[in-house]
């Protein structure tokens, strides 16, 4: 059974760099998959933020790309997201997924962690 | 980026009914859309990938149809269990982008 889990700061300061692990056990992460960041305003709906492959290959959402850098460790079976310049509108629960697939088609994020709520303010 | 629009966005329904939510795409997306159901205070959890194939584990009153544009999620018989926010993702490209979300709320 593969499990997700988020850990970083809870708290960031305006125009500071949010960063957040992932820290994945029971499955490798150089397996076929996409591993990806979500995230949820308190009280809206969710955003996907961007991806990784175990080869390091990424892919971003253009509405954060100038600002968000996910990397992989996979001697650590981690992998993470950094934001920088973070605003107030930044403040939402975090969520790390694995993107399943099958014949190189999308079947979805069967795995999720608990999420961590990342609050902007001063 | 491709919008995904869901209707409605908010729905009060009885245990037993017959419940369906829809999700239209600004392009077409031919079958990579999948359907998530989020609790209060939990991750989200994937029901139906590929438009129409359950996840393992999920119960058969869940189901999902529709290719192209327009993609429907089915609970054929609401149970306690099911009263939540449902989202629909498309996986064509990129971003990946949700719709709206839709609350189901018991009458």
């Known amino acids: 059974q593969v499990q997700l889990q988020e850990s970083g700061p809870g708290l960031v300061k305006p125009s500071g760099t949010l960063s957040l692990t992932c820290a994945v056990s029971?499955?490798?992460?150089?397996?076929?998959?996409?591993w990806s960041w979500v995230r949820q305003p308190p009280g809206k709906g969710l955003e996907w933020i961007g991806e990784i492959y175990h080869s390091g290959s990424t892919n971003y959402n253009p509405s954060l790309k100038s600002r968000v850098t996910i990397s992989v460790d996979k001697s650590k079976n981690q992998f993470s997201l950094k934001l920088s310049s973070v605003t107030a509108a930044d403040t939402a629960v975090y969520y790390c997924?694995?993107?399943?697939?099958?014949?190189?088609?999308?079947?979805?994020?069967?795995?999720w962690g608990q999420g961590t709520l990342v609050t902007v303010s001063s | 980026a491709i919008q995904m629009t869901q209707s409605p966005s908010s729905l009060s329904a009885s245990v037993g009914d017959r419940v369906t939510i829809t999700c239209r795409a600004s392009?077409?997306?031919?079958?990579?859309l999948g359907w998530y159901q989020q609790k209060p205070g939990k991750a989200p959890k994937l029901l139906i990938y590929?438009?129409?194939s359950l996840q393992s584990g999920v119960p058969s009153r869940f189901s999902g149809s529709g290719s192209g544009t327009d993609f429907t999620l089915t609970i054929s018989s609401l149970q306690p269990e099911d009263f939540a926010t449902y989202y629909c993702?498309?996986?064509?490209?990129?971003?990946?982008?949700f719709g709206q979300g839709t609350k189901l709320e018991i009458k």
């Open positions: 590929a438009a129409s």
């Open positions: 029971g499955g490798s992460i150089s397996s076929s998959n996409w």
């Open positions: 993702l498309q996986d064509y490209n990129y971003p990946r982008t």
């Open positions: 392009q077409g997306i031919r079958n990579d």
């Open positions: 997924a694995r993107l399943d697939s099958i014949a190189a088609r999308p079947k979805g994020f069967d795995y």
